[in-house]
């Protein structure tokens, strides 16, 4: 199903309560949570989207790129005026700034790990990132931009991809290569919150937890420390041996962990 501003989603599962609403990763698209989702849906409504230039919400904005309009109309045209938000790494970010934007639509925040927005500190292994992909996107080379996404958050800066399960890594580079052929022609920039939600931490007041996987950048653990400092009651949740998609690495964990975020 598509919204009539384009932008692709599921929903599924018994209606009653309101429904999960999943935002993916930055390197991901919705198929991210399929490990999941008929799980999750046997039991509880949910919802989950592409972001625009994911997926198949392939058409470009007509002005500056903005995922919190988009997810904030995506919801309305769904009659969602009241849900638990999941968001994983950039989508954590967006997750933040609809709560900061929405306050009365959000219910909690599970944030998957934090990243996107609330990335503050450029650490070496995140430098290290960006010049291996912007070099491989200059050259054109979208094949070895997508390698770069795998080694930096799929295995991380602590393991070697061969010590990643093969289906998930084969998922992920597919989801990321159709991110670049969707967007490697668009001329877009993002809209920031202003100020920004980093900024903003201590005006959420839905109850919010913080899954951080041991093995990821050491950005996303500086996010996550800001995270649970910035917000009143937060609470964090570290998993030692996953990367930067626990939900992805531990789908039945994750599964135990969601349903115990909703029964709090």
Request: hydrophobic share 45%; charged share 25%.
């Amino acid at each position: 199903m598509h919204t009539p501003h384009g932008i692709a989603y599921d929903r599924a599962g018994p209606r009653g309560a309101p429904p999960v609403v999943l935002v993916h990763a930055g390197i991901a698209d919705r198929r991210m949570w399929d490990p999941i989702w008929p799980h999750l849906t046997k039991r509880r409504d949910a919802v989950r989207l592409d972001l625009r230039g994911y997926g198949d919400s392939a058409t470009a904005p007509t002005g500056a790129l903005d995922n919190v309009t988009d997810v904030l109309d995506t919801l309305a045209e769904l009659g969602v005026e009241r849900c638990p938000l999941v968001g994983a790494s950039y989508g954590s970010g967006i997750a933040v700034e609809v709560a900061l934007t929405r306050p009365a639509l959000v219910d909690r925040l599970l944030l998957c790990p934090p990243g996107g927005s609330l990335l503050a500190d450029l650490t070496p292994d995140l430098r290290a990132f960006f010049d291996a992909e912007n070099a491989a996107l200059e050259a054109g080379d979208l094949d070895a931009a997508v390698q770069a996404n795998l080694t930096t958050w799929v295995a991380g800066p602590h393991r070697r991809l061969d010590d990643v399960d093969p289906t998930l890594v084969g998922s992920v580079a597919t989801m990321q290569r159709r991110a670049f052929d969707v967007t490697v022609d668009w001329d877009v920039e993002e809209r920031e919150l202003d100020p920004p939600a980093l900024d903003r931490l201590a005006e959420i007041d839905a109850p919010t937890w913080v899954l951080v996987g041991g093995l990821d950048l050491d950005t996303t653990h500086d996010a996550a420390r800001r995270v649970v400092e910035g917000v009143t009651g937060a609470r964090r949740v570290d998993w030692p041996d996953v990367a930067h998609l626990p939900s992805m690495e531990r789908p039945a964990d994750f599964l135990s962990l969601l349903g115990e975020w909703l029964a709090e």
